[in-house]
């Protein structure tokens, strides 16, 4: 009864909100998107959608068939995808999704390896999900995601590949700079330099500042951890950063990494895939690199 391309004609009138855009979006005419969904309603006994003027809205049918097209037809297209790279004798693609600004350098180490490894697949970095990483990986978007905060879903599978601790960076002559660990209220008066990430998904907030119930004099985002860590080494404030990739860059720059807090905060970051591909040659080897992978600077 519900065919594949009833769930692409509601999936555009959603997204378009006119038959006029899901007509011109699936190369149909309207007249015969319209005939579809007649013969569908017919079937089901219900309406699909509603009109408000020349505007088109899902019914309640309609919004459990617009579920339904977002959870198969990205599946449908990324088998369709894989089968045809199949068929042209290549062996796919493996698009990687980043949650983690700084793990970029350590992802480098384990796709070069990769890359020699298996020359007929093709690696991608899609750094555009690091705010929706788990949508991406149920939506066929990505196929790996590189995360310090997993969230546990059913279909999904989480691997702890290290672990690390999160500590402040501060330039080497700092006043504080010799301190074995700082305290919030310590740092209230300084400018805290950030990626482009929400607070609460910071831990220098949600695991420093905010349970002491204070906060630094300012905040500023920047996007690249090159420029990040040179505004601190230039004394233009301080930032927090994984210990194994401060201990690289103090190699080149005046920067000195310390304990957040007595006990520090201690992390760990997971590659999540889906289940069902758990079970797939070239992205299993993947996940046997990164487990085997120690970062050494």
Not at 2 to 13: D, F, G, N, Q, T
Not at 113 to 121: A, I, K, S, T
Not at 203 to 232: S, W, Y
Request: aromatic share 8%.
């Amino acid at each position: 009864m519900i065919e594949r391309s009833h769930l692409a004609i509601i999936r555009e009138v959603d997204r378009t909100g006119t038959l006029t855009g899901a007509a011109d979006s699936l190369c149909l005419t309207q007249s015969a998107l319209s005939h579809a969904i007649k013969k569908l309603e017919v079937q089901l006994g219900t309406a699909v959608w509603l009109r408000e003027g020349r505007t088109l809205r899902l019914s309640q049918a309609g919004q459990q068939l617009l579920a339904l097209a977002n959870r198969l037809i990205p599946q449908i297209e990324h088998t369709e995808m894989q089968i045809a790279q199949i068929a042209k004798g290549q062996r796919g693609s493996l698009r990687i999704g980043m949650e983690c600004h700084p793990c970029y350098q350590w992802l480098l180490k384990i796709v070069a390896p990769f890359l020699r490894d298996w020359p007929d697949v093709d690696v991608d970095v899609k750094q555009a999900f690091q705010f929706g990483g788990i949508a991406a990986l149920f939506n066929y978007d990505i196929d790996v995601l590189v995360t310090p905060d997993p969230l546990h879903k059913p279909g999904l599978k989480f691997t702890p590949v290290f672990d690390y601790e999160q500590v402040i960076v501060l330039p080497e002559n700092h006043l504080l700079a010799d301190q074995e660990w700082l305290a919030p209220s310590q740092l209230i008066d300084e400018v805290l330099l950030s990626y482009p990430v929400e607070v609460e998904r910071l831990d220098i907030f949600n695991q420093f500042f905010l349970p002491a119930g204070c906060a630094p004099r300012r905040h500023k985002t920047i996007e690249t951890t090159d420029i990040l860590l040179q505004m601190v080494a230039a004394e233009r404030g301080f930032t927090a950063l994984p210990d194994w990739l401060v201990a690289e860059y103090a190699k080149k720059m005046p920067l000195r990494g310390i304990k957040m807090g007595e006990s520090g905060v201690k992390k760990q970051i997971f590659l999540g895939q889906r289940e069902s591909e758990a079970e797939d040659e070239y992205l299993s080897y993947f996940m046997v690199l990164a487990g085997k992978s120690i970062v050494e600077f």
